[in-house]
Nanobody, 125 residues
């Protein structure tokens, strides 16, 4: 059974850092595009960063602050979030889809077929 499990969310003050993890089971992440999305209350789910092989996409709002990476041995994708802002507050989800380029996946959450349960990130000012 294909499963994605996020962890690492929490509450931090503005300027702080968090590292999110997305652990996959039941499939090999090597063959999938993996994306981090977020959804704030009352807003649509938006793509934050997506990775496929060595191709990476970042939303403009997080460029220079967030870094996506993967550990193929652990079958896990990470999102290092630095210089956090209150507007980064949201539920963060990881998602996976095979056969899609990173820009398309991050542009439309409907492109991803597999989702984790989400982890809350709260940034206070």
């Amino acid at each position: 059974q294909l499963q994605l499990v996020e962890s690492g969310g929490g509450s931090v003050q503005a300027g702080g850092s968090l590292r999110l993890s997305c652990a996959a089971s039941g499939f090999n992440l090597d063959y999938y595009t993996i994306g981090w999305f977020r959804q704030a209350p009352g807003k649509e789910r938006e793509g934050v960063s997506c990775i496929s092989a060595n191709i990476i996409y970042y939303a403009d709002s997080v460029k220079g602050r967030f870094t996506i990476s993967r550990n193929n041995t652990k079958n896990t994708v990470y999102l290092q979030m630095n210089s956090l802002k209150p507007e980064d507050t949201a539920v963060y989800y990881c998602a996976a889809q095979r056969g899609i380029i990173v820009q398309f996946m991050c542009a439309d959450a409907r492109a991803a077929g597999y989702w984790g349960q989400g982890t809350q990130v709260t940034v206070s000012s």
